[in-house]
Structures are given as C-alpha cells and as structure tokens.
C-alpha cells in the first residue's frame, strides 16, 4: 500500500490540450510538494503547497491542496512537448523526510 | 544544472564487483541524501547526512555503505550487489535536514548483472 497514489500512471496526450493529474492519501499532510522529472535528470521541485484549499499558479500549471490535505492535484493548461516528463508529488514525513508517490509519467505528443 | 553532480551517469557491474558513486553539490548546503528510484515503485529514502553525520539509514543492505568526508561529498560504495539492486540511483542535498527543498543530481543508471 502506497501512502501517496498517484493517478493515472501514465498519459498521452496532443499538444494544446488540457490534463490533471492527481495526488492522493488517507493521511494527512502538512504540506504536499510537486516534482518534475524529465528523462536522465533528476527531480526538480516545481511548488510546495502548505494550506489546505491553497491553489498555486506557475504559468500554464495550476496546483490545488485539498481542503483536508489530503490530496492535491495538478492541471496543465495547452500542454506543450516540453512538458513531457515524469511528475511526482511528496509529503513531509517524520525526521523532515519525505514520501514521494509513484508518480504519474506524461508525453505531450506534437 | 541544479548543481548537484554525479558521477558516473551509467554503470553496469558484476554481482561480484566493487563500485563506488559519486555525488558532489556546489551549493553550500550542509544535507546530503541518497535515494533508490526503481521502476513502478516510489523514490526510496536511503542515507540522509548532515553536516556530515549520518542521521539516518532506512533498513539499508550492508551491501551499499555510504561514506561522506566533506559537506560537498557523498559516495555510495557497492559490494556483491544482487539484480535487484538495479535502479537509478539519485543524489540530493538540501540547506539542511530542516530545509523543505532538496535540489536532486541526475542519477547514476546502475545495472547490476
């Protein structure tokens, strides 16, 4: 059982279209973060999210922290090729460590 | 560039071999980790430092043995490694252990035969 399951596991999608990609527990979290990983590079921090309800805008992606924190989404507005990569979403743990979920791997098509 | 290095970015070595991985970060920061990143399961916690002292190890195989001189370095030295221990295996420091941000290096593709 993953602590954060992330969904879907894979997606496909034509350039300029619209996607959302989820982040979610049965626990709480004091903060949930994103990640994007491209492939050969490691993980880069894209947002942290540390406000239940909270809504984060970084140009055309736009993240949400649930009311409960809970769960957390991301959506990306007109995808490009660029974004193609491997997003992952991670929660504060014990000992300022964290649990990342399994991610969910995106291939923006031109 | 996130200023985390390592090296090498591909290694495949025998289950008898013994390798080391490098990490060095030019960020001035004072924690160091290493994680496992294998396909279909989460990025694995292995070995945190700070200011060069280990603070954890996450039930770790005595098989991979951490070493950290400076605040700058970290290696993994890898002894009679199994298949299974094949994965990218990713390099991350962090201001400290309290800091939210951790700046990940590319990862060393490890292929054990």
């Known amino acids: 059982t993953q602590l954060l399951e992330q969904s879907p596991q894979f997606l496909s999608i034509q350039e300029g279209e619209n996607l959302t990609v989820y982040c979610n527990s049965s626990?709480?979290?004091?903060?949930l973060q994103w990640y994007r990983q491209e492939p050969g590079e490691g993980p880069v921090l894209l947002v942290t999210?540390?406000?239940?309800?909270e809504v984060k805008k970084l140009k055309r992606l736009t993240f949400q922290f649930g009311d409960a924190r809970k769960d957390s989404s991301l959506h990306i507005t007109a995808a490009q090729p660029g974004d193609t990569g491997l997003y992952l979403c991670?929660?504060?743990?014990?000992?300022?460590?964290?649990?990342f979920g399994t991610g969910t791997s995106l291939t923006v098509i031109p | 560039e996130t200023g985390v290095t390592q090296t090498p970015r591909h290694l495949v070595m025998g289950m008898t071999n013994k390798k080391s991985l490098k990490c060095e970060q030019h960020l001035g920061h004072n924690a160091m980790y290493w994680y496992k990143q294998s396909a279909k399961k989460p990025l694995e916690l292995m070995f945190v430092?700070?200011?060069?002292?280990?603070?954890e190890n996450n039930s770790v195989p005595s098989r991979f043995s951490p070493e950290c001189p400076n605040s700058s370095h970290l290696f993994l030295h890898l002894h009679t490694l199994q298949p299974e221990d094949s994965a990218l295996y990713l390099c991350?420091?962090?201001?400290?252990?309290?800091?939210?941000?951790?700046?990940f290096g590319p990862g060393t593709r490890l292929t054990v035969l």
């Open positions: 999210v540390v406000t239940g309800g």
């Open positions: 991350a420091s962090s201001q400290d252990i309290l800091s939210n941000e951790q700046f």
């Open positions: 430092y700070n200011f060069k002292e280990q603070t």
């Open positions: 991670a929660g504060p743990r014990a000992g300022n460590q964290f649990y």
């Open positions: 626990s709480v979290f004091s903060s």
